[in-house]
């Protein structure tokens, strides 16, 4: 056969096995599992992330604590450490968000991973799009202290300028979260966040309010427009919100 008729056959190997991947996820994470343990050492970074993914939404908290005994999960991890190694032809951007999305839904806290989802994002961080440097904000804030972490928290506060705009609520909130859990405080960053959020804050749930608010308090940053927009909003909603997020609304509200 040709190079060109190999590499086809190659795709459709690989897409074939994320096709086993789903059908495997969609009879259970038992049965996921063991395909993983059975052809992990196949996938490419296609292949392990939709795997990660499938497992973090499978897996309650539970489930995942007894994750670091499997065996199957572990030759996953090791997987993934050698996928994020690849140039950004066979692991591309998306593929790096979503690894480091479902990594940290899963609780994983694996340094080596950590350490390649970081030097990866860095390489790629100008292909990630508004999702997925939402994704990767959160990811990045659940994940262990390792070298480049607050590095790459830094640029995504950068690249988040350009995109405030687009971010959905949700994502909007992800970000600033997740920048304040880092310690990064960037007062441009929030005050064009601010602007972002004030026409739209009808869209925003109340845990997305209570969020939102939580964000500049832990920040140290004081807008008050926008608290005071969020007030208004929030009030008759409490009675929405668990007891965690009441109190984390109240407290950043300063009532």
Not at 125 to 154: C, E, S, T, Y
Request: glycine share 6%; proline share 3%.
């Amino acid at each position: 056969p040709s190079p060109k008729n190999i590499w086809s056959l190659l795709r459709f190997a690989m897409a074939w096995l994320n096709s086993e991947i789903t059908w495997a996820a969609n009879e259970g994470s038992d049965s996921l599992l063991y395909l993983i343990g059975q052809k992990s050492s196949r996938f490419n970074a296609i292949n392990v992330a939709t795997a990660l993914h499938r497992l973090s939404r499978l897996l309650g908290s539970d489930s995942k604590k007894g994750l670091a005994e499997n065996d199957a999960f572990q030759s996953l991890v090791e997987k993934t450490s050698s996928i994020l190694e690849l140039p950004a032809t066979q692991c591309d951007a998306k593929a790096v968000s979503t690894i480091a999305h479902a990594a940290a839904g899963l609780g994983l806290r694996d340094v080596s991973v950590a350490a390649g989802i970081i030097s990866a994002s860095l390489e790629r961080l100008q292909d990630f799009d508004r999702q997925g440097i939402a994704n990767l904000a959160w990811a990045l804030a659940k994940m262990p202290k390792v070298k480049g972490r607050l590095k790459l928290a830094k640029r995504i506060a950068n690249k988040s300028q350009e995109l405030l705009w687009d971010f959905s609520p949700q994502e909007l909130c992800n970000v600033l979260w997740a920048l304040g859990k880092l310690g990064v405080r960037d007062n441009k960053l929030m005050s064009l966040a601010s602007e972002a959020a004030r026409g739209r804050l009808d869209d925003f749930t109340p845990q997305g309010l209570s969020t939102l608010a939580a964000s500049y308090a832990r920040m140290g940053v004081f807008n008050e427009p926008l608290l005071e927009e969020i007030r208004s909003k929030a009030e008759g909603q409490l009675a929405k919100l668990n007891s965690r997020d009441a109190a984390q609304l109240v407290g950043a509200l300063g009532n």
